[in-house]
DNA sequence: CGGTTCGTTGATCTATCTCAATTAATGTGG
DNA sequence: CCACATTAATTGAGATAGATCAACGAACCG
């Protein structure tokens, strides 16, 4: 597992180029880091923290829960991913977030994320762009949910997956570790456990991917990203500029 | 009409607390405002512009096209709004954004955003923090499309729209213009024309709402809540501490 | 190895879509 | 300012994607 701040570097560089001595100083931000086992929340709604988090390893999700009972996943982190800034700025949380499978974040204190974006220009821009491209992920998220049928809807939130996790080196032979239960499909799609597992058939069947042991394989690429209209442009993968 | 510094220096300080200079500097950063009539795209997806905005007046929306020909309305922009800080660092907008009602915008060069981002940390806060409440907004409406049925979802988007008007002093008797057509609301829902249409006349019959000449009033505030399950914390409306 | 969670399948039901036609508004050029 | 064209709202009838209810087998976990 990669340490704390070469994860961070690496994820910022991403975001925004980075000075020698603003390197050297996010190698030294973080407190400590705290372990989640599966299905386990890390923060309820309402909560608020003093610190933002980056995942390590492991996955997690964003949700709310509905009155009638029902949860709606609002977006996956991954390792890699920056959570939450989000309380940095906005205080109290407006969602929960809870662990998919066992997960490691490290801490970073909000007084030290205060100090570091004063000092640094370029640091308050990089995270400003992980806020942004979080909004645009939401986006397409309302898309998904909005616009696409069952078939496309899961393929949809599997090339996400997939990609995001390539990024940081967590793939292997055109497949991933799949954790999310059909259930918690069904809450990031908006679809039903019962119909989120006739559609997985399908797409099994149509030979796009196979998915077994907790682990997705992905067949047709292509195919599934075509399956699912997916585009990876609104995740703005590519290094900063 | 309120003056671009006037309206923009109210929004900031519902965002982040400004210095008497920073006060001043707000109100000498736009460049010029342009206008814009009903229905008509003010960007396309995949522009980059060089400048962010305002909106003065009207009402504008987010939004993107499927390849099925379909449209989904990602988010309503309403006056005292910045749009899009998105192209100030992510360069290329990832969905277009159009007009509803005919609009008046105040224009802020990225250049100009640069400079101030730079020197004045509570500005670049406040701009960040702006881009949270977006994200906040779009993850309410991942809720909103995959949660709730067509009558609550509509109530919702009443609920928002109402409560983000009121803020900006839009409001009239307890209504709001609603430049809205029924397929528009279609499309920011994910329903068809016609089941707005008989979505609305339950929610009229149910002496919610009364919509005629362009105008919504909500006869039922609570009730009107009680059906979108709007709670207003999202939007962070009260002044910045 | 017994209990709980997760996945699979069948049968039935319903919210919402589709297609289609009509009326009411709104806008436009002469 | 009116006639005509276009866009928006309304209503009906029929189709369907996905929900709901229910039961059972398989995997996982302490």
């Known amino acids: 597992m990669p340490v704390f701040g070469d994860l961070l570097v690496r994820r910022f560089k991403c975001?925004?180029?980075?000075?020698s001595g603003e390197e050297a100083f996010l190698r030294t931000m973080w407190s400590r880091t705290s372990d989640f086992s599966a299905r386990q929340d890390i923060y309820y709604e309402g909560a608020r923290p003093d610190?933002?988090?980056?995942?390590?390893?492991?996955?997690?999700?964003?949700?709310?829960?509905?009155?009638?009972?029902?949860?709606?996943?609002?977006?996956?982190?991954?390792?890699g991913d920056l959570f939450d800034t989000q309380s940095f700025l906005l205080r109290t949380l407006d969602h929960g977030i809870a662990s998919i499978s066992p997960c490691t974040a490290g801490l970073i204190k909000h007084k030290t994320l205060m100090e570091i974006t004063r000092s640094h220009h370029g640091i308050a821009l990089g995270l400003w762009k992980a806020t942004l491209i979080e909004g645009a992920t939401s986006r397409e998220w309302i898309v998904n949910v909005g616009q696409r049928n069952a078939h496309a809807r899961i393929a949809h939130v599997m090339c996400e997956i997939y990609a995001r996790l390539a990024v940081v080196g967590h793939t292997a032979d055109g497949g991933i570790p799949w954790p999310i239960t059909q259930s918690a499909l069904g809450d990031a799609t908006g679809l039903t456990q019962v119909h989120v597992n006739r559609t997985l058939k399908g797409l099994r069947s149509d030979g796009l991917i196979t998915l077994e042991n907790r682990w997705l394989t992905i067949h047709d690429w292509d195919g599934l990203c075509r399956r699912g209209e997916f585009e990876n442009r609104y995740?703005?993968?590519?290094?900063?500029a």
């Open 15 to 19: 975001l925004y180029p980075l000075s």
């Open 51 to 79: 610190s933002s988090a980056l995942l390590l390893s492991g996955l997690a999700c964003r949700y709310r829960l509905m009155s009638s009972g029902t949860r709606q996943i609002i977006a996956f982190i991954v390792p």
């Open 235 to 240: 995740l703005h993968l590519s290094p900063a």
